[in-house]
T-cell receptor, first 111, second 114 residues
Framework: AQTVTQSQPEMSVQEAETVTLSCTYD???????LFWYKQPPSRQMILVIR??????QNATENRFSVNFQKAAKSFSLKISDSQLGDAAMYFC????????FGAGTRLTVKP | KAGVTQTPRYLIKTRGQQVTLSCSPI?????VSWYQQTPGQGLQFLFE???????NKGNFPGRFSGRQFSNSRSEMNVSTLELGDSALYLC?????????????FGPGTRLLVL
């Protein structure tokens, strides 16, 4: 079974600084997709970024970028120039047949 | 485009009752997936529907069921509610099923079982 591990239950970053959230996963598949979702206090899950496993190039969306290491089964999210609105729970997710989520990392942004 | 909508947003039931939750996908999306989110178990996949057929099912008891209508709207039903069924139930839609499709989530239905 595929599992997703987020080893950081909580992270904190100063406004305008950079923070990296970690995610590892376990799979025997070679073709899959990885996602980072953000869940603010409103509980609405918002897609942050996605990565196709067959692509070597790391995905980037504005201030959000990933470091995808397929051999190491690692998929970290880097948030640059952190803003107060980035404060939320961040979930790493693996998708093959269905979607599996990590336990989440609660990010606090300090002004 | 309107996003995924879920009704009701909040629900209080008592043990033994049954409940039906509704999800309307983004226009043009034909695949709907359901997830249960609890503090203890996190986000867990319940099932996925496409073209009115269940494609995948997570590891949940038979009390949890769902269906999809011809307009792609989906409902999930939980019978004989237990206290442990208290959770946020999230629905997500995508254009098609499959690993390459990004899922977009609704705001969720918060169910409290007393």
């Amino acid at each position: 079974a595929q599992t997703v591990t987020q080893s950081q239950p909580e992270m904190s970053v100063q406004e305008a600084e950079t923070v990296t959230l970690s995610c590892t996963y376990d799979t025997s598949e070679s073709d899959y997709y990885l996602f980072w979702y953000k869940q603010p206090p409103s509980r609405q899950m918002i897609l942050v970024i996605r990565q196709e496993a067959y692509k070597q190039q790391n995905a980037t969306e504005n201030r959000f970028s990933v470091n995808f290491q397929k051999a190491a089964k690692s998929f970290s999210l880097k948030i640059s120039d952190s803003q107060l609105g980035d404060a939320a729970m961040y979930f790493c997710a693996y998708q093959n047949n269905d979607m599996r989520f990590g336990a989440g990392t609660r990010l606090t942004v300090k002004p | 485009k309107a996003g995924v909508t879920q009704t009701p947003r909040y629900l209080i039931k008592t043990r033994g009752q049954q409940v039906t939750l509704s999800c309307s996908p983004i226009s043009g999306h034909r695949s709907v997936s359901w997830y249960q989110q609890t503090p203890g178990q996190g986000l867990q996949f319940l099932f996925e529907y496409f073209s009115e057929t269940q494609r995948n099912k997570g590891n949940f008891p038979g009390r949890f069921s769902g269906r999809q209508f011809s307009n792609s709207r989906s409902e999930m039903n939980v019978s004989t509610l237990e206290l442990g069924d208290s959770a946020l139930y999230l629905c997500a839609s995508s254009t098609l099923p499959g690993q390459q499709e990004t899922q977009y989530f609704g705001p969720g239905t918060r169910l409290l079982v007393l």
